[in-house]
Structure formats: C-alpha cells, structure tokens
C-alpha cells in the first residue's frame, strides 16, 4: 500500500505531477516541453532545460511513470524519440487509474476549505453563509467559533450594512441570467424604477456595489448600483430578456482604475508619485495601489533632495486621488502637469477651508 500521496503538496514536483497526468490521461502525445509551457501557462522561449523547476519535472515524470506502470501495467505508457525530442502517451485500459490517489487529495482539499470556512465567519457577509450554508452543521459550527471567541480570520470593515441580505439574491440572479425590477434612490436624486441585468458584485471600502445593464440607461454596462440605496428586494422581472456584458469586459473596465468610478473625462494614462521618506516609500512598495504601480527612481539622496518615484498606468478618478491625498505630505503627484494640476486645486480648495 502506498503511504505518500503523489498529488499533495505544493511544490514544483507534486504541482508537475498534477499536470502531467491531467495531459496523459488525454492520451494524446506529450513533451516534457508541454507539461513545462503548461505550468508557465505560457509557450516556452527558451530550452526546457533553462527552465525553473526542470530538474523535478524529471523527477515528477518518473515518479509517476512509476507509479503508474504498478497500477496501470508495465506497458501503460508508450514513447517515443531520444532524449532530445521524447514524447509519450498513456495507453492504460483504465481511463483514471489513480482516481482513488486523487480523490484522496481532494477530500483533504476539502477539509483544509471547510476549516478556512469554520474561521471565516467574520470575514464573509453573514447573508452569505445563512443563505448558502442554511440550518448545516458547517454554520452552526461557525457560529459555535464565533461565540466562544475562537474566530482566526476577522475584517476590518462593519459588514452589517443596510440591504447586506440581498448579496446571495443578486448572486444567485447574475449566475441564471435573471432580470431585476429594482427601486432605487440615487445620491441627492429621485427614486426610479430599474430593469436591470446585473453581471458583477463588487465591493470596495466596505460597500457592496452590483454593475450591469439598466434598460434606457447610460452607460449600456457598467451602469453600478450600491446595495444600500435599492429600497426594497428586487422583483423579478420574468417578461424581460436579459441582456450580458461582452466577453471579459469587466477586466478591461478595472484594469486602469482604482475603486469604482470612471468617467471619460478623467485622465487615464502614466501618473508618477513621489514618496518624500524612505518610510512612505517602503509603504507604498509593499502595500501596492494598484497592478501597474512600479518603481520608476528608488529612493535615494538626489540633488533635489531624498525621494523614491512610482509610475502607475491608471484613470485619476476620486478613489486614486484619494488614497494620494489620505498619504498628506508624504506623497507627491509631480507628473504629469495635468493630473498634477487637478490634485493641486483640489488641495488648494481643502486649505481655503481651514483659513482663518
């Protein structure tokens, strides 16, 4: 009886095995440069044997051809080629010989999740667990952690918010396709009917917000509602036809901006920030604002002074001015002269406020 389980674990070497026999289970003919460009989720642009993690995928591949072959039978895999272009198949008669090895993995897997979930409970909305757990032993056992002050994982951010009990309801709408009729009173605005297709949830700072279509509204998506302001649950609204988003539109509309907000007015491209300590700037390296945010001069004594530069690619919208802002005199925006300009008014207005 085999004691080690090949799949577990993370590293190179399980993580290769797993892959690789994803790909011979397809008996389709494979390279090692396959399982490597697999893993990289990428093609190679090298030699295989420049590659990290080479070595044990050697290792993996003979490992489980091994185990294989005492499964599956000695003549299970079939090759091909010298070591230079080898390439082989598995030609087993059982489609998963090692199924029980796998579901092995799996079950702990799943074990290690439920325990995450056992903590979780001051993290995820309540909503979310009354809804998808119901009266289940997982949330009762949850609930048992809480109130003995066992919870591990917490949050920051109050997450008992008006309308909080409407997430897995709008969830369980963007998965079916579903149309909304919604009452919604918009910020200093009046209180209007929506039909809406909702796509995405999001939340930022605390607050839930759903993006979608509403039907006669601009923009045609990406038209958001915050949780808080719909009046009352949402109806359905079953006569209607529900209108998606594009094919990954949603990751382009976030990719350049920081929170929620985007208007076409707003600049969007290269914004460089300048940390004025090498505190600030050790902060801002390892609490990133966004994905683009590089360093563009690291913080040293120049002859204007000390100072580090970060360059990011995003929209100057009110959440990016924000956190600059949040930072007081610690960061600068020095360029370009045109997002330069808008924080310089907008910190101009603030001093007038304090004017004696």
Known sequence: MRHINIFDGDSYQATFIRILYAMLMRREWITLADVMSEAMMKPLTCSISKCEGYVELKKATGTLRKCLMEVAGKDCI????????????????????????????????????????????????ESWLEYFLGGSM?????????GNGEQVISCGMDRMLKNIELLPYIYEAIKKHEVLLVRYQPFGGEEVELTFSPHLLKEYNGRWHVYGHAEGQEPDFAYYLALDRIERKPELAIAKTYVPAPTGFYDNFFKDI??????????????????????????????RMHSSQKILVPFAPHEDGSYGD?????????????????????????????????IKNRVARMCHLYED
């Open 78 to 125: 079939e090759e091909e080629g010298n070591n230079r272009n080898r390439r082989f198949r598995y030609v087993g008669k059982d489609d998963d010989p090692l199924r029980d090895m796998r579901n092995a993995k799996a079950i702990k897997d799943l074990g290690k999740y439920w325990e995450f979930c056992q903590d979780s409970a001051g993290f995820m909305p």
């Open 138 to 146: 997982d949330l009762l056992e949850m609930k048992k952690h809480k």
């Open 258 to 287: 920081l929170g929620l907000t985007h208007k076409d007015s707003n600049y969007v491209g290269e914004i460089i920030v300048r940390a004025h300590s090498e505190y600030m700037f050790n902060l801002m390296d390892t609490k």
């Open 310 to 342: 970060f360059i990011f690619h995003v929209e100057l919208n009110n959440e990016f001015i924000g956190r600059i802002l949040q930072m007081g005199d610690g960061l600068e925006l020095v360029g370009p002269p045109r997002a330069r300009e808008v």
